[in-house]
T-cell receptor, first 114, second 111 residues
Framework: DAGVIQSPRHEVTEMGQEVTLRCKPISGHNSLFWYRQTMMRGLELLIYFNNNVPIDDSGMPEDRFSAKMPNASFSTLKIQPSEPRDSAVYFC????????????FGQGTRLTVV | DAKTTQPPSMDCAEGRAANLPCNHSTISGNEYVYWYRQIHSQGPQYIIHGLKNNETNEMASLIITEDRKSSTLILPHATLRDTAVYYCIVRSPQGAQKLVFGQGTRLTINP
């Protein structure tokens, strides 16, 4: 398996634009997590899904952020409209329910909002 | 989730054992201790986890005190590639429980 695949790897956008980050979890994994990492706040859990259903979105910073998981092999994190303070590295991770001690992370998407 | 306390940074000489401490004094009976690390510019990577017995795998050893209020991750023969931020996390194993990362320990292996 190629691991968790995120796209794009880098994204530069202007303030006010819509940004969509994509994630393909490892095949067979039941859980999917979206994290955001900044120097100031470290790694923050934004939302996680179990069997494509959002379980906890308490980490989503505000209504500008939304996440979907239409099927077991794809998830998106959307920011609309984007703001400079959204600049961060966004990680997606997945795990299997019967081995949920080990989450596998993607390489991340580095987002810069100017 | 119980909170953890780790030193912000540590140094270790290449080839020596690196011992990374973690305090989790409020851990509850069914919560496991997990260790992850994050090498620069990469996503975090699972290392090891345990409940109350000491654990060892190909990457590291985990020593948990008898009262479970603290633990130590041991990298027996540190290499330069072990330079990373190491995170100690406690959580319940039931269901798809979230991993909440603290600030971790920045370990630097010196040649």
């Amino acid at each position: 398996d190629a691991g968790v695949i995120q796209s794009p790897r880098h994204e530069v956008t202007e303030m006010g634009q819509e940004v969509t980050l994509r994630c393909k979890p490892i095949s067979g994994h039941n859980s999917l997590f979206w994290y955001r990492q900044t120097m100031m706040r470290g790694l923050e859990l934004l939302i996680y899904f179990n069997n494509n259903v959002p379980i906890d979105d308490s980490g989503m910073p505000e209504d500008r952020f939304s996440a979907k998981m239409p099927n077991a092999s794809f998830s998106t994190l959307k920011i609309q409209p984007s703001e400079p303070r959204d600049s961060a590295v966004y990680f997606c991770a997945s795990s299997s329910l019967n081995r949920d001690y080990e989450a596998f992370f993607g390489q991340g998407t580095r987002l810069t909002v100017v | 989730d119980a909170k953890t306390t780790q030193p912000p940074s540590m140094d270790c000489a290449e080839g020596r054992a690196a011992n990374l401490p973690c305090n989790h004094s409020t851990i509850s009976g069914n919560e496991y201790v997990y260790w992850y690390r994050q090498i620069h510019s990469q996503g975090p990577q699972y290392i090891i986890h345990g409940l109350k017995n000491n654990e060892t795998n190909e990457m590291a050893s985990l020593i948990i005190t008898e009262d479970r209020k603290s633990s130590t991750l041991i990298l027996p023969h540190a290499t330069l590639r072990d330079t990373a931020v190491y995170y100690c996390i406690v959580r319940s194993p039931q269901g798809a429980q979230k991993l909440v990362f603290g600030q971790g320990t920045r370990l630097t292996i010196n040649p």
